[in-house]
């Protein structure tokens, strides 16, 4: 289980339906662990009440169909599925109209998805072609779990559990055919006040998680990417300056 583990860290996101649909068939005893640790590219279902796409994922599934956190209603109908109380529905109906703003403001649009449930333990985005039009294709699929437990009437321990998904191409006279993806999970713990409210809390832990992934990427994959492309191929600037001093010599 470990070594699966650590070949499906290094599996570009692309690639990971297929490597672990491998791995289930090869680990058939391990077929629950697999499932419930390893986070596949995200798909969306448009919810045809609201007009609205949501993101299909564990939190709101039920047997073969998905809840729409805009409607409520499963996709495809069932007739028993479960749904939150009539307290958490009022929040996360807050939530999702939340962080619909936070994916417009921080990603230029995509699909945001909030899932609230019993404490028994989600934020997801997705982004597809850059406004800006720098992408040929491109995703950025974050996934937040985050578990509240109540310490006392004042106070409540926060678990936040993320994981990104990254993967772009760029194919244009500039820059040429160019393809990076990768994934990443860390998890934060914080006890906070409750005074200002749990959406409050949750969304300043998510936001402080998603600046420190996006900073850990730019320095993993970007920096160490655009460190070894100028070293193999240096930007022509600095070969026209270095010529003249060659043929001097």
């Known amino acids: 289980m470990e070594a699966a583990m ?8 692309k690639h990971s339906e297929a490597a672990l649909s491998a791995l289930l068939s090869l680990l058939p005893h391990h077929s629950a662990d697999l499932l419930s640790q390893v986070d596949q590219p995200l798909q969306v279902l448009c919810d045809v009440d ?36 009539q307290e958490l529905r009022k929040l996360e109906m807050e939530a999702n109209d939340v962080f619909t703003v936070y994916c417009d403001q921080y990603y230029e649009g995509g699909t945001s998805s909030v899932y ?4 028994e333990d989600e934020d997801g985005s997705r982004t597809a072609d850059g406004r800006r039009g720098y992408l040929e294709e491109g995703s950025w699929e974050a996934i937040h779990v985050i578990e509240v437990v109540p310490l006392d009437e004042a106070t409540a321990r926060y678990c ?18 160019f393809n990076l993806s990768g994934s990443i999970r ?15 809390n949750m969304g300043r832990m998510v936001e402080e998680m998603e600046s420190k992934l996006r900073y850990s990427l730019d320095q993993v994959y970007f920096g160490k990417t655009k460190e070894m492309i100028c070293t193999l191929r240096p930007p022509s600037e600095l070969v026209q300056t270095s010529l003249p001093e060659q043929i001097n010599k």
């Open 6 to 13: 650590g070949l499906m860290r290094r599996i570009p996101p």
């Open 116 to 119: 609230i449930w019993e404490n």
């Open 160 to 177: 936040l559990t993320s994981s990104v998904m990254l993967s772009l191409t760029t194919n244009d006279e500039s820059s040429g055919a």
């Open 50 to 85: 609201s007009g609205k796409e949501f993101i299909l994922c564990e939190y709101n599934r039920d047997a073969d169909s998905y809840r729409s956190p805009w409607s409520n209603k499963y996709h495809p109908p069932l007739d028993d599925g479960l749904y939150p109380s």
């Open 186 to 200: 860390r998890q934060m713990n914080m006890d906070i006040p409750v005074d200002e409210g749990h959406l409050c």
